[in-house]
Nanobody
Framework: QVAFVESGGGLVQPGGSLRLSCAAS????????IAWFRQAPGKEREGVSA????????YYTDSVKGRFTMSRDFAENTMYLQMDNLKPEDTAVYYC?????????????????WGQGSQVTVSS
Protein backbone atom coordinates (compact mmCIF):
# COMPACT_ATOMS: atom_id res chain seq x y z
CA GLN A 1 0.00 0.00 0.00
CA VAL A 2 1.35 3.40 -1.03
CA ALA A 3 1.28 6.25 1.47
CA PHE A 4 2.80 9.73 1.66
CA VAL A 5 2.58 11.23 5.14
CA GLU A 6 3.37 14.90 5.61
CA SER A 7 4.36 16.75 8.75
CA GLY A 8 5.81 20.09 9.78
CA GLY A 9 3.27 22.73 8.82
CA GLY A 10 2.06 25.45 11.14
CA LEU A 11 1.82 29.14 11.92
CA VAL A 12 4.92 31.31 11.63
CA GLN A 13 5.65 35.03 11.61
CA PRO A 14 6.98 36.73 8.47
CA GLY A 15 10.70 36.09 8.16
CA GLY A 16 10.44 32.80 10.03
CA SER A 17 11.21 29.26 8.94
CA LEU A 18 9.45 25.91 8.68
CA ARG A 19 10.49 22.51 7.43
CA LEU A 20 8.00 20.18 5.81
CA SER A 21 8.63 16.44 5.72
CA CYS A 22 6.99 13.79 3.56
CA ALA A 23 7.64 10.15 4.42
CA ALA A 24 6.86 7.69 1.64
CA SER A 25 6.01 4.02 1.93
CA UNK A 26 5.17 1.49 -0.75
CA UNK A 27 7.27 3.30 -3.37
CA UNK A 28 10.92 4.27 -3.59
CA UNK A 29 11.39 8.02 -3.98
CA UNK A 30 14.66 7.49 -5.79
CA UNK A 31 12.74 5.95 -8.72
CA UNK A 32 10.37 8.89 -9.09
CA UNK A 33 10.23 12.54 -9.96
CA ILE A 34 9.20 14.31 -6.76
CA ALA A 35 7.80 17.73 -6.07
CA TRP A 36 6.18 20.09 -3.62
CA PHE A 37 3.04 21.95 -4.63
CA ARG A 38 0.93 24.51 -2.81
CA GLN A 39 -2.60 25.77 -3.10
CA ALA A 40 -3.88 29.00 -1.61
CA PRO A 41 -7.61 29.66 -1.17
CA GLY A 42 -9.23 30.51 -4.50
CA LYS A 43 -6.08 29.74 -6.48
CA GLU A 44 -4.88 26.85 -8.59
CA ARG A 45 -2.36 24.36 -7.28
CA GLU A 46 1.12 25.51 -8.23
CA GLY A 47 4.50 23.82 -8.29
CA VAL A 48 6.97 25.11 -5.72
CA SER A 49 9.96 22.82 -6.17
CA ALA A 50 10.71 19.65 -8.10
CA UNK A 51 13.47 17.08 -8.31
CA UNK A 52 14.11 15.21 -11.52
CA UNK A 53 13.99 11.41 -11.71
CA UNK A 54 16.92 11.50 -14.16
CA UNK A 55 19.55 13.30 -12.12
CA UNK A 56 19.98 15.46 -9.04
CA UNK A 57 18.56 18.54 -10.71
CA UNK A 58 16.31 20.56 -8.43
CA TYR A 59 13.98 23.26 -9.69
CA TYR A 60 12.15 26.11 -7.96
CA THR A 61 9.43 28.50 -8.95
CA ASP A 62 10.75 32.06 -9.14
CA SER A 63 8.89 33.32 -6.08
CA VAL A 64 10.72 30.92 -3.71
CA LYS A 65 14.21 30.85 -5.22
CA GLY A 66 16.84 31.59 -2.60
CA ARG A 67 14.37 30.99 0.24
CA PHE A 68 13.21 27.36 -0.13
CA THR A 69 15.38 24.25 -0.34
CA MET A 70 14.14 20.83 -1.39
CA SER A 71 16.00 17.67 -0.40
CA ARG A 72 15.49 13.95 0.08
CA ASP A 73 16.92 11.25 2.31
CA PHE A 74 17.35 7.98 0.44
CA ALA A 75 17.76 5.88 3.58
CA GLU A 76 14.61 7.28 5.18
CA ASN A 77 12.68 7.45 1.86
CA THR A 78 11.63 10.94 2.90
CA MET A 79 11.54 14.28 1.11
CA TYR A 80 11.83 17.70 2.73
CA LEU A 81 11.09 21.33 2.01
CA GLN A 82 13.04 23.83 4.09
CA MET A 83 11.30 27.19 3.93
CA ASP A 84 13.18 30.27 5.15
CA ASN A 85 12.34 33.97 5.15
CA LEU A 86 8.67 33.11 4.83
CA LYS A 87 6.28 35.74 3.54
CA PRO A 88 2.51 36.12 3.97
CA GLU A 89 2.06 35.23 0.30
CA ASP A 90 3.55 31.79 1.05
CA THR A 91 0.41 30.96 3.04
CA ALA A 92 -1.16 27.86 1.48
CA VAL A 93 -1.72 24.15 1.87
CA TYR A 94 1.47 22.40 0.79
CA TYR A 95 1.45 18.95 -0.83
CA CYS A 96 4.24 16.51 -1.59
CA UNK A 97 3.91 14.47 -4.76
CA UNK A 98 5.67 11.75 -6.74
CA UNK A 99 5.50 10.67 -10.35
CA UNK A 100 6.76 7.84 -12.54
CA UNK A 101 7.49 10.54 -15.13
CA UNK A 102 10.94 10.50 -16.66
CA UNK A 103 12.39 13.90 -15.87
CA UNK A 104 10.20 16.41 -14.03
CA UNK A 105 7.21 18.68 -14.56
CA UNK A 106 5.15 21.43 -12.91
CA UNK A 107 1.89 19.77 -14.10
CA UNK A 108 0.00 18.36 -11.10
CA UNK A 109 -1.94 15.88 -13.23
CA UNK A 110 1.30 14.06 -14.05
CA UNK A 111 1.82 13.07 -10.41
CA UNK A 112 0.30 9.77 -9.27
CA UNK A 113 0.97 9.97 -5.54
CA TRP A 114 0.12 12.78 -3.13
CA GLY A 115 0.50 13.61 0.54
CA GLN A 116 -2.48 14.68 2.62
CA GLY A 117 -1.50 18.36 2.65
CA SER A 118 0.03 20.59 5.34
CA GLN A 119 -1.28 24.04 6.21
CA VAL A 120 1.39 26.75 6.28
CA THR A 121 0.24 30.13 7.56
CA VAL A 122 2.56 33.13 7.59
CA SER A 123 1.12 35.95 9.66
CA SER A 124 2.08 38.41 12.36
Amino acid sequence: QVAFVESGGGLVQPGGSLRLSCAASGVTLNDHAIAWFRQAPGKEREGVSAMSSLDDGTYYTDSVKGRFTMSRDFAENTMYLQMDNLKPEDTAVYYCAASLLIGWTWRPNKYQYWGQGSQVTVSS
